[in-house]
């Protein structure tokens, strides 16, 4: 049961891999800011000039400080969600696949050792069980 639940899991994992976010949505959405950015650029230059010619020095200072964040936030935004589309791609943010691997390798070498030091009534059944494989050699068995 627990093999059955740790496939789906990694079915599961390869299926959310292999059907990622269609590239015309990741471009739209990269398009998006910084035609954003154009249009901030150009609005938010047209009210400093504004204020330019009033005398108004905060908003003056403002601007361009407002700018500068706002553009370096909207693309911070889509590097970091570039760096967590793929867990699995091995980077500095990605899931520890080496320890993963590690446990998993010590998993199955566990394995390994207890099929090698089976208990004494394992190892009389287990050969009746390879050789025929019908009922007869279960142990409790009706025997023939």
Not at 126 to 134: E, I, K
Request: one cysteine or more; proline letters at 6%; aromatic letters at 8%.
């Amino acid at each position: 049961e627990r093999v059955n639940k740790g496939r789906g899991g990694v079915a599961s994992i390869c299926a959310q891999l292999g059907t990622p976010i269609p590239m015309s949505y990741v471009h739209f959405i990269g398009i998006m800011v910084k035609v954003h950015n154009i249009l901030a650029a150009v609005f938010l230059g047209v009210i400093m000039a504004r204020k330019m010619v009033s005398e108004g020095t905060l908003m003056c200072a403002m601007v361009p400080m407002r700018l500068f964040f706002l553009s370096m936030l909207y693309n911070a935004i889509l590097l970091i969600n570039e760096e967590i589309m793929n867990p699995f791609n091995g980077d500095l943010m990605d899931f520890p696949m080496r320890k993963y691997d590690e446990g998993i390798e010590a998993d199955g070498l566990s394995y390994v050792s207890a099929g090698q030091h089976l208990p004494r009534w394992l190892r009389k059944w287990r050969p009746g069980l390879l050789r025929s494989g019908g009922e007869d050699d279960h142990p409790g068995g009706n025997g023939g």
